[in-house]
């Protein structure tokens, strides 16, 4: 069994950062790939970006340049550190875990609202 934990959401201004952590426990391997996602009101769930168990990273377009996601395998972590943050990155922010026989696991999500 896996459980994720995000923190580190809250209410920013555009234009200001903030960094989403995700910490794993459980059946954790370093070499499964982790990620986040997100989902705005009204809207389906979207990839924001994704990590293998080195540095190999995807990001969606609308994050590219914006946003970084790292990982400390030693800490079973993920890391999203979001700068220049606009209104529509508002949503709640999922981190996910892909396990094997693709087994995906999810946290409970932490909300970040962009606004002045």
């Known amino acids: 069994q896996v459980q994720l934990v995000e923190s580190g959401g809250g209410l920013v201004q555009p234009g200001g950062s903030l960094r989403l952590s995700c910490a794993a426990s459980?059946?954790?391997?370093?070499?499964?790939?982790m990620g986040w996602y997100r989902q705005a009101p009204g809207k389906q769930r979207e990839l924001v970006a994704t990590?293998?168990?080195?540095?190999?990273?995807n990001y969606a377009d609308s994050v590219k340049g914006r946003f970084t996601i790292s990982r400390d395998n030693g800490k079973n972590t993920v890391y999203l550190q979001m700068n220049s943050l606009k209104p529509e990155d508002t949503a709640v922010y999922y981190c996910?875990?892909?396990?094997?026989?693709?087994?995906?696991?999810w946290g409970q999500g932490t909300q970040v609202t962009v606004s002045s």
């Open positions: 459980g059946s954790i391997s370093s070499i499964n790939p």
């Open positions: 990590i293998n168990s080195g540095t190999r990273t």
């Open positions: 996910n875990y892909a396990g094997v026989f693709g087994r995906v696991y």
